[in-house]
């Protein structure tokens, strides 16, 4: 009697199963993890967040030289404008404190500037205008170059002069000021449209320097002057005196010093100290 077979028409002989057993895809494992995808013990260090990369990336620094020196330049400049708006704040805070009538004396002595500079312009535009008109351009260009050669010798203190001004006078009994504060004062005039200046024996001119003398007292062009100090200044006095005593000026910086100040009006003030005309050794006239 045939026997019937018990294996399945695919060759199986697994017994109790009727067909062929089927195994389940095979899952890629990541290597280091286990079987819940938990990191295992052979892991590296965890990737880095956004955050991390960029504090790594900014410290420790990593500076060229071209860096270093425009990071120094910048820090300068920095400097520079912090100087300048602090100055210009102590100007705007001593002009804030002033007094109205010290503040009026101010915008007269910059209205009287901007006067005379006005002048010397229209005196200019009327000799151009008489050299151009004239039928003797010759003549007339000769005594406008006597009358120039006049106003320069007294700029350059080689010739006497004469006219309206002040005197200031610095009693300096316990030596305290200094050639520095003596140079303010020549500034100061100067500003205030002084024409003609003399310190004791002394002619100022544009060249002048101050400094101060071994044992006391202060070297004007190289000469010693002691106190008390004696200016004689010719200009307008109007303008000469008010410049003197503006608020945090000449007059009372020298009287914080325990100097004592006087400042005095004349109608005629001469200016007779000279200096003695030099040659120059290497400049020449254009015209020659």
């Known amino acids: 009697m045939p026997m019937s077979s018990t294996s399945p028409a695919n060759g199986d002989d697994t017994p109790g199963e009727g067909r062929r057993g089927e195994l389940p895809p095979e899952v890629p494992v990541t290597p280091g993890r286990d079987g819940d995808g938990a990191p295992g013990a052979g ?6 967040t956004g955050r991390q990369r960029l504090a790594q990336g900014l410290w420790p620094p990593r500076l060229t030289r071209a860096q270093l020196i425009v990071a120094l330049l910048l820090f300068v400049l920095g400097l520079g404008l912090a100087i300048q708006v602090r100055s210009t704040n102590d100007s705007s805070d001593a002009l804030r404190g002033a007094r109205q009538e010290d503040l009026v004396r101010i915008l007269d002595e910059l209205d009287d500037r901007t006067q005379r500079l006005e002048d010397e312009k229209r005196r200019l535009e009327e000799q151009r205008t008489g050299l151009e008109n004239s039928s003797d351009q010759a003549e007339v260009a000769r005594k406008q170059t006597a009358e120039r050669e006049r106003q320069l010798g007294i700029l350059a203190g080689t010739v006497a002069a004469q006219g ?17 504060m003596l140079l303010d004062a020549i500034q ?13 024996d002394v002619r100022v001119v544009a060249s002048t320097h101050l400094s101060d003398a071994a044992g006391g007292g202060v070297r004007v062009d190289g000469r010693k002057v002691a106190e008390p100090y004696r200016f004689k200044v010719i200009g307008k006095p109007q303008d000469l005196e008010p410049a003197l005593n503006i608020p945090g000026g000449v007059v009372q910086t020298l009287e914080k010093e325990q100097a004592t100040v006087t400042v005095a009006r004349t109608e005629k ?3 007779g100290a000279l200096r003695p005309a030099k040659r120059p050794d290497y400049a020449r006239s254009s015209s020659q």
Do not use: C, F, M
Request: aromatic share 0%.
């Open 188 to 200: 100061e005039l100067r500003a205030a449209g002084a024409e003609a200046i003399q310190v004791n």
């Open 164 to 180: 309206p001004g002040i005197t200031l006078t610095i009693d300096d009994k316990k030596g305290t000021v200094e050639a520095h």
């Open 269 to 271: 003030i001469v200016v």
């Open 43 to 48: 892991d590296g260090p965890a990737p880095l």
